[in-house]
């Protein structure tokens, strides 16, 4: 389908397409398998600007917002979901700087993150606060000018990999989710260390970690915004980076449809190529319009996104919800149409299937998209009335 991409968007689509097929896919299997990110991508994705596409244009960016974001996450997700959603994280992390950071805060810390000097990630979930958001336990006390974090963060999307991290802590318990602050906590700090590495289903090529705060001082210049605004910080991010992950599963989809394809046109049985029987054609034709119909959400949701609509939990939402379930259901049918063969290592969809299954569990699970999108159903029923 022609979505009207500008000239621009189509030629980060071709960066990212070019990079996914010529770097990341030789070593997909490798990293999978393995369990590691390779620091050739990370390179590769660096001098290839894509880390520029999310941030302003004025802080070295290209400034192509969620939609840029979301083209480049698809596209590097078709070959490796693992290799995107490490590039993707940085968008998440750089988005509370981007929308609540003070010009001092983006002078430093932006343009190192677009041309892919720093890695930057996002650090919210806790082992008691994950659906629940707002349970942040990681204290903050404010000492002089400085902060002193003692606590720890879990699953943390390029733990360890990244070199800012964007920590939503507690500077005022007694307040709950009222009481939530972001700040920017470097690795390397003392008192700041890495701790369990996780060994996943999928995903495997990005880095997931524990991050451990002992005694750590953060210079009161990191906090974001003013202290209160973390649990807003928070969610107006994952208002935008959804998308990414929608994203994300639209190209995991896209990927195991195309292995489908390919299989489906060469694979024999009963003397005939198994594309040939309806069995498979009725699989194909679900398979490619559940894609499309979940790449034209995903597109129009980040365009309005980016246009600077205001309500925008309810469609980030329903894009990620929708996307994440049609990237598990078209990799379940990826792996049925290759039969026995899906199931073994030696061809990709049984590891599409497991990159898929995360999409409907991370940046909030899809129970929790399905609240949010009832939540303001309900209040814009209440606006009308
Ligand atoms: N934009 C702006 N404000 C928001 C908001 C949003 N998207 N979501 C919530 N708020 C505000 C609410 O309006 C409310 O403000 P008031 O206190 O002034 O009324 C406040 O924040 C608290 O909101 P709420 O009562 O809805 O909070 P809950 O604790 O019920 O939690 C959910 C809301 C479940 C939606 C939230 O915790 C969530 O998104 N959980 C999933 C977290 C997640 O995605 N984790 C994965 C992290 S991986 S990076």
Redesign the pocket.
């Known amino acids: 389908m022609d979505y009207n991409l500008s000239e621009e968007e189509k030629m980060i689509k071709e960066v990212a397409r070019n990079l996914a097929e010529k770097k990341i896919k030789p070593l997909r299997e490798e990293m999978d398998r393995e369990s590691y990110f390779s620091p050739e991508i990370r390179e590769e994705l660096g001098k290839s600007d894509l880390l520029r596409v999310f941030i302003p244009e004025e802080f070295d960016g290209l400034g192509m917002g969620i939609m840029g974001m979301s083209l480049a996450t698809e596209e590097l997700s078709i070959v490796d979901g693992g290799s995107a959603i490490a590039y993707a994280a940085n968008g998440?992390g750089a988005t509370p700087l981007i929308l609540f950071g003070s010009e001092e805060q983006k002078k430093k810390f932006l343009p190192k993150i677009a041309s892919g000097e720093k890695w930057i990630a996002?650090a919210?979930?806790e082992p008691e606060a994950?659906?629940?958001?707002?349970?942040v336990k990681l204290r903050a006390n404010k000492d002089g000018d400085h902060y002193i974090l003692n606590g720890n963060k879990i699953?943390i999307?390029n733990g360890g990999e990244a070199d800012y991290y964007v920590v939503i802590v507690a500077t005022d318990p007694e307040k709950g989710?009222?009481g939530l602050s972001a700040i920017l906590a470097e690795k390397g700090t003392d008192g700041f260390s890495f701790g369990k590495e996780e060994d996943k289903m999928g995903i495997r090529a990005a880095p997931t970690r524990e991050l451990v705060f002992s005694d750590c001082r953060v210079p009161g210049e990191n906090l974001i915004s003013r202290e209160g605004m973390g649990?807003?910080i928070?969610?107006?991010t994952?208002?935008r980076?959804?998308v990414g992950v929608a994203a994300q599963a639209v190209g995991i989809a896209q990927g195991a449809l195309n292995e489908s394809v390919l299989y489906a046109n060469t694979r024999k049985q009963f003397g005939k190529k198994i594309g040939e029987f309806q069995a498979i054609q009725v699989k194909l034709g679900e398979m490619a319009t559940k894609v499309e119909a979940a790449r034209a959400l995903i597109y129009q949701v980040a365009r309005n996104i980016d246009s600077g609509a205001s309500k925008?939990?309810k469609i980030s939402s329903q894009a990620k919800l929708f996307a994440s379930d049609v990237a598990m259901e078209v990799t379940c049918e990826a792996v049925q149409i290759f039969g026995g063969y899906g199931y073994m290592k030696d061809y990709p969809v049984e590891k599409m299937m497991r990159d898929a299954k995360i999409t409907q569990i991370?940046?909030?699970?899809n129970e929790?998209q399905k609240?949010?999108i009832a939540?303001e159903l309900l209040k814009e029923g209440l606006r009308r009335k």
Not at 362 to 365: A, D, I, P
């Open positions: 998440l996002f919210l979930t994950g659906s629940d958001a707002g349970n699953f999307t989710s009222r649990f807003l928070a969610m107006k994952l208002d980076t959804r925008i939990s991370y940046e909030g699970t929790i609240l949010i939540r």
